[in-house]
């Protein structure tokens, strides 16, 4: 089992304890912290207790210079000294975990003060009797009150009521005061999720005030919890080769979580033998058992590029360079070479180039391929997300503001499909606050949304779009918008992808870039041979959902094929990509057929003729004669 020293936090309190008359402690307040035996933070712990039993046993050290009586209180029980059942025998506890030499055990003998306030539903009265406590200097021991939730006593921090007002001039009061017994302060602890849940004027600039942040467990502790608790990677080697897979994987949960997700184990092998751990984790984490990534067809992964080139045309460089990601991805070996490889996204990519050259196809043209499903693609256009707070609609509003009860967009969204691909277009739009957030799950694979539940993005394919480098907008000197063209189809390769480099590393931070690392792609223009596939392909399928939709046969003679190849390589199409040709298709193709169709009040089982003559494409109706002949 691991040796692991005291956490940081507890340290703090253990040398500050006495010397500040306030500790406010926020972060992962809810959990299961370690205690250790005594005059040895050294040793391993000897349990894991939640926090009211670690303050009381961080005070009453056996190397404490004296003994602290302790009162508890929260809003909903009042005043209390006592543990409850949680413990089970808690006079057993209290020798466990209290000094050696004294059989006693601790007092908890509520004094005359506390008795009268047991159960109190008025804050300020409440708040009186804390403060007479703690300034209260005729007492034989010093006393630790310490207040649970502290943020349900009131409103809002900003906008104090009356008489939470007066509460906090009480507690204030009480934090400047409190009476030195045995040379130790009467100490008040305050729990709150996070520091600006109380009055800034409370804290702040107060000396006698310490904050204290309790961090969730990092892998060391975790590590220590699992050798502790998960008895199974005792029972045999092929459990202890999961062991250190398992301490990775759970990257993020609490201590509390892990408790939760051995009784789910257990629960899952009772109904099901094959169960494994990891299964069990995957069903904690993302409420469901299969993991879409293992259930790929490696034969589809071995075909995958040239799946992708037939959807997606004249980007053989990108669409190589994407199959190698996926393949790392669907190995599960992406992010091996980080200390956090297990709980990053399954892969990360940056497609940059000109419009309208595939990228968001391809990455559709992913989902398909993968996961059956280009729903499994979740989109968000990011130019919709350039304004300040942008973020919350993402992963949702904090508590008390609008919107707070609908969640993030992107938070939902994962929540519902955790194996996706996730897709942000012209991600350069996104307001800064956005892309730090977006650094935490690059590297942790996970995010807290506004609601305090964690997101885990460890099981998605993350993909950014961007145009930067293809043009430049400004002002001009009469105050006018302009865009400039900064690269042009007419530039080879080679030159364009370090122009588009250049421009992605001045626009990003370079500890994005670092977590994206070499898998910036950049697309090429669409070239006059793409471009003829490209046509080629539109056609194919327009006049294959004629025949499907309406029944009718279309047939194009090679002419006029190489009529709108000509048309496509127009220096402007070329610009604007596929989504050039598409329109170009859409005016010169789809419309002129659209027209013919009901003006010449086709049939099912007629047949269109489209040839070309004089640069004018000509639409003609074969004749009933016509297919008589033909025997149709």
Same mark, same amino acid.
């Given at each position: ?22 500790? =406010? ?8 912290y370690p205690v250790y035996p005594e005059g040895d933070e050294n040793a391993l712990p000897m349990a894991f207790v939640d926090l009211n039993m670690t303050l009381f046993k961080l005070f009453n050290e056996s190397h404490a210079s004296c003994e602290y009586e302790f009162m508890f209180c929260d809003p909903a029980t009042g005043i209390y000294n006592r543990f409850g059942d949680a413990y089970g025998n808690i006079e057993e506890m209290l020798k466990k975990y209290g000094k050696p030499d004294k059989d006693e055990g601790f007092s908890f003998a509520m004094d005359k003060v506390f008795r009268k306030a047991c159960k109190l539903d008025d804050i300020e009265r409440l708040s009186s009797t804390i403060r007479n406590a703690l300034v209260d200097s005729d007492r034989e021991k010093p006393v630790t009150v310490v207040m649970n939730f502290v943020s349900r006593y009131i409103s809002s921090p900003t906008t104090l009521e009356p008489e939470e007002n007066k509460m906090f001039l009480n507690l204030l009061f009480a934090s400047l005061n409190a009476a030195k017994i045995n040379e130790q302060f009467n100490t008040l602890v305050m729990i709150v999720e996070k520091f ?294 007419? %530039? ?23 977590? =994206? ?24 399928? =327009? ?31 070329? %610009? ?9 298709? %859409? %005016? ?45």
């Open positions: 089992m691991q040796r692991q020293t005291m956490p940081k936090w507890q340290r703090e309190i253990s040398s500050f304890k006495g010397i500040k008359s306030t500790f =406010i402690l926020e972060g992962n307040i809810n959990d299961f600006n849940d109380l009055p800034a004027w409370f804290f702040y600039n107060n000396p006698n005030v310490r904050t204290i942040s309790i961090p969730d467990p990092d892998k060391a502790m975790r590590t220590v919890f699992i050798d502790k608790e998960y008895t199974e990677f005792q029972q045999s080697s092929d459990m202890m080769k999961l062991h250190d897979k398992f301490v990775d994987v759970t990257d993020g949960l609490k201590h509390r979580e892990l408790k939760e997700l051995r009784s789910l184990y257990h629960r899952l092998l009772l109904r099901k033998p094959e169960t494994g751990l990891l299964d069990a984790v995957s069903i904690y984490k993302y409420g469901i058992i299969e993991n879409m990534w293992h259930s790929i067809d490696r034969e589809k992964i071995t075909n995958l590029e040239e799946l992708l080139k037939k959807r997606v045309m004249g980007q053989d460089v990108a669409i190589s360079r994407t199959v190698n990601v996926v393949k790392r991805a669907v190995s599960g070996l992406s992010g091996l070479q980080h200390s956090s490889g297990q709980n990053k996204p399954r892969g990360v990519l940056f497609f940059a180039g000109p419009t309208g050259t595939g990228k968001t196809e391809l990455t559709k043209a992913l989902a398909e391929v993968l996961f059956g499903d280009e729903n499994n693609c979740i989109r968000f256009d990011m130019s919709e997300f350039s304004e300040a707070h942008a973020d919350q609609k993402l992963f949702g509003a904090p508590p008390g503001y609008v919107g707070y009860e609908a969640g993030g967009q992107l938070t939902n969204a994962i929540k519902e499909k955790p194996f996706s691909i996730l897709l942000f277009d012209e991600i350069e739009k996104a307001h800064p606050s956005i892309m730090d957030k977006f650094l935490q799950i690059l590297e942790d694979g996970r995010m807290t949304d506004g609601q305090g539940n964690t997101v885990y993005f460890s099981e998605t394919l993350i993909i950014f779009t961007s145009n930067l480098g293809i043009t430049r907008q400004y002002v001009d000197s009469s105050g006018r918008e302009r865009r400039e063209q900064l690269v042009f189809p007419n %530039e080879t390769y080679e030159e364009i992808q370090p122009k588009v480099i250049s421009a992605i590393k001045n626009h990003f931070k370079p500890e994005v870039l670092n977590r =994206i690392g070499n898998n910036v792609i950049v697309y090429d223009f669409i070239r006059p041979e793409s471009a003829k596939a490209i046509v080629r392909g539109q056609v194919d399928k =327009i006049n294959t959902r004629i025949a499907k939709q309406n029944k009718i046969e279309v047939q194009i003679s090679d002419d006029t094929l190489e009529y709108y190849y000509k048309l496509s390589n127009k220096s402007d199409v070329l %610009e604007m990509g596929g989504r050039g040709i598409g329109n170009l298709m %859409e %005016e010169k193709y789809i419309n002129p057929l659209a027209d013919f169709i009901f003006e010449s009040t086709c049939q099912e089982g007629d047949i269109i003729k489209i040839d070309i003559a004089d640069e004018k494409v000509k639409f003609t109706k074969v004749d009933e004669a016509v297919k008589l002949i033909k025997g149709e």
